[in-house]
């Protein structure tokens, strides 16, 4: 990339972020709405806390007591507020009702546009959402886990957690480009991320065959891999092997959407909209 | 002068699912996927020059729009040849981009929450329009279009005349060098329809535009357009002036009459085919030769306190067009004008 395409990119994305913050402060209800909807995590932190009351819940070499369980479920709900996701709706809508055209005939991939849609969205509800992760850190007495090594390396795994989520869900909804139900998928992203990613269970305490199959999947390394990270009991092996997980997803999903967008906008442009 | 749009044997088809209607129907066609081939575009050819305004007329379904998106490079043709200002349209490189604008009057580029002015910051950035240059044309184009009072009101709050306005406004903001106007007065009152039309012919004026102008309001083709291309079934029907289309389809005038004294219809009827004969108004319809002849004695023979000679309503024109076609009532047209509108 040339210095003065690098500085064409970083303008644009600035006034889409402007924009799309401006945009976010509109619908300040429905983003209430959202992020109550977002303390599942936190009902699930509190039967777990619950259960682990008599003595740590252990299974598979892994142990969890009352501590852990506040650690890894208030990590789960900074992961899911932090990665709500709409992109399936947007290109569903915009496939099947032709409002992707006028993103096309811009000089600048429409993709841009969606990213920085949910960004804008995530950074005006930035600030509640870390307030009440500390709030809720420093309610069950577990602050003290937030280090910098801890809380740096939590952010880099949150962004790695938001371009898995972004990429599935985006190749999810270029579907739309051959079917009509892409909207329907929606739902098993977010059952997936739940139940196989460790939004209901830490992966550890899953059966052993199962555990190993769940590392390998996305929705682990999305969800329990932040949660890990901030739990601070992962060794250096299993950080750059989680590290190199989700580098390796978002490629991978990067390439996969890629291409799915790709072969969509020739059949776009094969049939219109 | 060079052409700065030039088509040649353009095609364009479609494979569209068939299913039978109901329930019945939608499981035969789970078990059974029917597809029909359809031809939306069949061998067109034409050529645009620098500067030139063409309306492109056609009943519903004739290929118009489906055209301007290959011209735009939304769509691949399925065969043919497209050129816009030296580019291929469908490898929608950034400098045709930058070049061109399609403006579909039922999509929006607006952001619907947020004030005009802000997307109009948005595609500043994007068309990389300096800073002077943009306060320059915005004013402009404020000014062309009464833009300044509804520039810092959320889009949603707009009337439709507004965000019309505010749309052709946005796609023109980095002066795009050929305009696809696809219905850009659709669903407009006639004072807005006016508005945006003498818009049209100002931008077109000021900047050589090349423009390709579609509407179901016959008002905007005859304000804008000297040359009309007639598309229909996916062929060209006609393309030429718009007064030799008048001439070549229409070898009627009509001969608008005000009466002194109310004259029963027979009495008309035995200079011309009556049209319409309302109390102390009626309309003939005289071949063109005949009509100085048709006049005069009409004037001689009844109390006639008025007389206009008249073209037939161009709308009854391109009727009688597609009514050549086989298969293509004139009515399936859905040409209007505002009195119809």
């Not at chain 1, 290109?91 to 099947?96: A, K, M, P, Q």
């Not at chain 1, 599935?168 to 909207?183: D, Q, T």
């Not at chain 2, 001689?300 to 008025?306: G, H, Q």
């Amino acid at each position: 990339m040339t210095g003065k395409r690098l500085l064409y990119v970083i303008r644009v994305w600035r006034q889409l972020l402007v924009q799309y913050c401006t945009v976010a402060l509109t619908y300040r209800a429905q983003s209430a709405i959202w992020m109550l909807g977002g303390l599942m995590p936190i009902a699930i932190m509190l039967i777990w806390v619950e259960l682990a009351a008599k003595g740590p819940i252990s299974g598979n070499g892994a142990s969890y007591d009352r501590n852990d369980f506040a650690v890894y479920f208030m990590a789960m709900y900074l992961v899911r507020q932090a990665t709500v996701m709409w992109s399936v709706l947007i290109l569903d809508r915009g496939i099947r009702r032709g409002e992707l055209a006028p993103l096309l005939l811009r000089p600048m991939p429409p993709i841009w546009a969606h990213m920085a849609e949910h960004l804008g969205e995530i950074i005006m509800r930035l600030p509640i959402l870390i307030a009440v992760f500390v709030l809720g850190l420093f309610l069950t007495g577990t602050l003290g886990q937030l280090t910098l090594a801890n809380t740096m390396l939590f952010t880099l795994s949150l962004i790695g957690s938001w371009l898995i989520f972004f990429n599935i869900h985006y190749c999810v909804g270029l579907l739309a480009f051959w079917m009509e139900g892409a909207l329907s998928l929606e739902p098993l992203i977010w059952y997936f991320s739940v139940i196989l990613g460790g939004g209901a269970v830490p992966v550890d305490l899953f059966p052993a065959l199962i555990r190993d199959i769940l590392t390998w999947l996305p929705f682990a390394s999305m969800m329990d891999f932040p949660g890990q990270i901030l739990l601070g009991k992962i060794d250096d092996t299993a950080l750059l092997l989680g590290i190199a997980k989700q580098i390796g997803w978002i490629l991978v999903l990067a390439l996969l959407r890629r291409n799915i967008w790709r072969a969509g906008l020739k059949r776009f442009s094969a049939v219109g909209a | 002068m060079s052409a700065v749009i030039a088509v040649r044997g353009l095609r364009k088809e479609y494979k569209v699912h068939h299913k039978e209607g109901g329930f019945l129907g939608s499981l035969k066609s789970l078990v059974n996927r029917r597809y029909a081939t359809v031809t939306a575009v069949d061998d067109v050819s034409f050529e645009i020059a620098e500067g030139e305004i063409v309306g492109f007329l056609g009943p519903n379904g004739a290929g118009k729009t489906t055209t301007l998106k290959m011209l735009s490079g939304l769509l691949h043709p399925s065969g043919g040849d497209v050129s816009v200002l030296n580019f291929e349209p469908k490898q929608r490189q950034s400098a045709f981009l930058r070049s061109i604008t399609l403006v579909m009057g039922q999509k929006q580029q607006l952001a619907w929450d947020l004030a005009a002015v802000d997307s109009f910051l948005l595609n500043r950035v994007i068309y990389e329009i300096p800073e002077d240059v943009y306060r320059r044309r915005l004013g402009e184009l404020s000014e062309m279009l009464s833009l300044q009072p509804v520039l810092n009101k959320p889009v949603r709050k707009l009337s439709l005349g507004e965000r019309m306005k505010c749309e052709l406004a946005l796609a023109l903001l980095h002066q795009p060098k050929v305009l696809f106007l696809d219905e850009p007065t659709i669903g407009l009152d006639v004072n807005m329809q006016r508005a945006v039309r003498d818009f049209i012919a100002a931008y077109n004026d000021r900047y050589r535009a090349t423009i390709m102008l579609t509407s179901h309001y016959m008002d905007d083709v005859e304000a804008l357009a000297r040359r009309v291309m007639v598309i229909d079934g996916g062929r060209i029907a006609f393309d030429g002036d718009l007064n030799r289309l008048i001439a070549e389809q229409t070898p009627k005038k009509v001969l608008r009459l005000k009466l002194a004294t109310a004259q029963p219809a027979e009495r008309l009827r035995q200079y011309a085919e009556l049209r319409r004969l309302d109390d102390l108004e009626a309309e003939l319809l005289v071949e063109r030769h005949r009509v100085p002849d048709t006049a005069s004695r009409l004037l001689a023979d009844l109390p006639i306190a008025d007389i206009a000679i008249e073209e037939q309503p161009i709308e009854d024109v391109i009727g009688a067009l597609f009514k050549n076609s086989p298969g293509k009532p004139a009515a399936a047209a859905g040409l209007t004008t505002n009195a119809a509108s």
